[in-house]
């Protein structure tokens, strides 16, 4: 055979020995082959295990989802592109064979806010937004819209609310709506499923990859919707690369051992600054003194309340540029859980594209300041927010 010929050819496709790898390799084919066409074709039919084509699942992605499902006691999960795919595939699959209508929290993330508000409703979703720890709201929303279902974050973002699980799902029993939530905040701290949700999602861009190095998704859910599921993935193509799966996976494995330390540095943080005189409001889950302290006491162990804060700098905008401007260590950025410490100032990034009334209606005052807590000495995280809080 000619070079052309055995360049494309050798050394690829060599069956495993007698040895399994102790990680999960990056499986980058798109396609795979069998020893005979009868195989094939009863992998094609569902009648054998096994991959085809990879958007139809690739064996990095396929190891990252079973390792998701079982960090969140599903019986399967399908791994996105990015969080916001996630997302989409969720609400899509939830819809399949539901009323087309959803009533959402009202202080979701930015981009699920405007999935909802610029794509699905003009595709002629009824979407109405409400506040989900308000359950009386929630209630008249609900027996208005009769939704197909609710959408919901854990901790909401970025004013860090936490809503009363229990009371919420009776809202979805009773009214025969699906429970969707998003558990980007609260990877292993709360598991949603165990608390009555349908389908849980992560933008696996956060905790679960851990590092600030992918962006990626995860839709986690119970066997009953698994044909729903699989047929949006499989349609709608947002599927999760081998590179990209292998980092998330790389991650998880150490997410106990982060989620730890990010939980206990936020928690340190707002002991901190608490009474700093350059900071009018903090707002932390597991301070005692937080509207939802009923509702967190329920969804979060003890002490372990996220890696999350909302800092309100004195002096409004200029206050909280001021401080931001003087960050060191910690970088003004737009993710959260990752190693770095990172902050954020919702209403010129995230939330920008709601009014100036609105934004105030939700609590994100022009000061107010995210800061998603990282894995650095708390030593030196203090250190520096102290210092740049002198310039505000
Ligand atoms: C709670 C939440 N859900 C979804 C997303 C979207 O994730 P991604 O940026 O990976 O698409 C984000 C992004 O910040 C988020 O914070």
Same mark, same amino acid.
């Given at each position: 055979m000619k070079p052309q010929t055995t360049l494309v050819h050798a050394g690829d496709r060599q069956k495993l020995g007698q040895y399994t790898p102790v990680s999960t390799p990056i499986?980058?084919?798109s396609s795979f082959f069998y020893d005979t066409m009868e195989e094939l074709a009863d992998v094609f039919a569902d009648r054998l295990p096994g991959k085809t084509y990879a958007r139809m699942g690739n064996p990095s992605a396929s190891a990252l989802e079973d390792q998701v499902a079982t960090l969140e006691g599903a019986d399967l999960a399908y791994a996105t592109a990015s969080g916001m795919a996630a997302v989409h595939l969720a609400i899509m699959a939830g819809l399949l064979d539901r009323r087309q209508a959803i009533v959402a929290g009202n202080v979701l993330y930015g981009g699920s806010l405007e999935l909802l508000r610029s794509v699905l409703r003009p595709w002629g979703v009824e979407v109405r937004f409400c506040d989900f720890c308000d359950i009386d709201a929630l209630q008249a929303a609900v027996r208005e819209v009769r939704p197909g279902l609710l959408i919901t974050e854990t901790?909401?973002? @970025?004013? $860090?609310r936490v809503a009363d699980f229990e009371r919420v799902k009776e809202v979805a029993t009773a009214n025969d709506a699906l429970l969707l939530v998003d558990n980007t905040f609260t990877p292993l701290l709360a598991r949603p499923l165990e608390l009555g949700a349908d389908m849980v999602i992560h933008s696996a861009t956060k905790y679960l990859g851990g590092h600030g190095d992918v962006l990626a998704g995860v839709v986690a859910a119970p066997e009953k919707y698994g044909e729903s599921l699989r047929q949006a993935h499989r349609c709608l193509g947002g599927n999760l690369g081998p590179f990209e799966a292998f980092l998330v996976m790389r991650g998880v494995k150490t997410l106990p051992l982060r989620m730890r330390r990010h939980c206990v540095n936020a928690h340190m943080v707002f002991e901190g600054l608490? %009474? #700093? @005189?350059?900071?009018e409001r903090l707002i932390y889950p597991?301070?005692? +003194?937080? @509207?939802d302290s009923d509702a967190v006491a329920k969804l $979060? @162990?003890? %002490? $372990?309340? %996220?890696g999350t804060i909302g800092v309100d700098v004195r002096g409004g905008q200029e206050g909280a540029y001021a401080f931001l401007d003087r960050l060191r260590l910690v970088k003004t950025s737009? +993710? $959260? %859980?990752?190693l770095t410490t990172l902050a954020l100032h919702p209403a010129s990034a995230? #939330?920008?594209?709601?009014?100036a009334e609105a934004r105030a209606e939700l609590g994100i005052t022009d000061g107010l300041v995210r800061l998603a807590i990282g894995a650095e000495h708390i030593d030196d995280i203090l250190a520096d927010l102290r210092q740049a809080l002198e310039a505000a």
């Open positions: 499986y980058a084919s901790i909401s973002n @970025p004013c $860090l608490t %009474g #700093h @005189p350059a900071v597991a301070d005692p +003194s937080h @509207p $979060l @162990p003890p %002490g $372990l309340a %996220g737009a +993710s $959260l %859980g990752d995230t #939330h920008r594209m709601l009014s």
